[in-house]
């Protein structure tokens, strides 16, 4: 039923830029919070950012913050991430997470992920 699928993962160089999409269906979108999770290769997974369900609250890991952009369009059911100055360490399979409502850091439903690669 419920339904997220990443989409604009890619091949970038260090210091270049990349946006993420993730469209949601099955639920009611605007309601919710979003997530952004990723793991690394061989690593465990790593929150990256949420915003509220109007989009009007925002909130980033200090690996990303300054340099990554969390937003959604409610009226696409889309969510967004724009990353800039990409770094190496920022290669990762990217998810998006719909959050458990009231229990940080845990998440009831994933997309399938899409790969983002710095390197030169």
């Known amino acids: 039923q419920v339904q997220l699928v990443e989409s604009g993962g890619g091949l970038v160089q260090p210091g270049g830029s990349l946006r993420l999409s993730c469209a949601a269906s099955?639920?009611?979108?605007?309601?919710?919070?979003m997530s952004w999770v990723r793991q690394a290769p061989g690593k465990g997974l790593d929150w990256v950012s949420e915003?509220?369900?109007?989009?009007?609250?925002?909130y980033y890991a200090d690996s990303v913050k300054g340099r990554f952009t969390i937003s959604r369009d409610n009226a696409k059911n889309t969510l967004y991430l724009q990353m800039n100055s990409l770094k190496p360490e920022d290669t990762a399979v990217y998810y998006c997470?719909?959050?458990?409502?009231?229990?940080?850091?845990?998440?009831?439903?994933w997309g399938q992920g899409t790969q983002v690669t710095v390197s030169s």
């Open positions: 915003i509220n369900s109007g989009g009007g609250s925002t």
């Open positions: 099955g639920f009611t979108f605007s309601s919710y919070a």
């Open positions: 997470a719909k959050p458990v409502p009231g229990i940080p850091y845990e998440y009831n439903y």
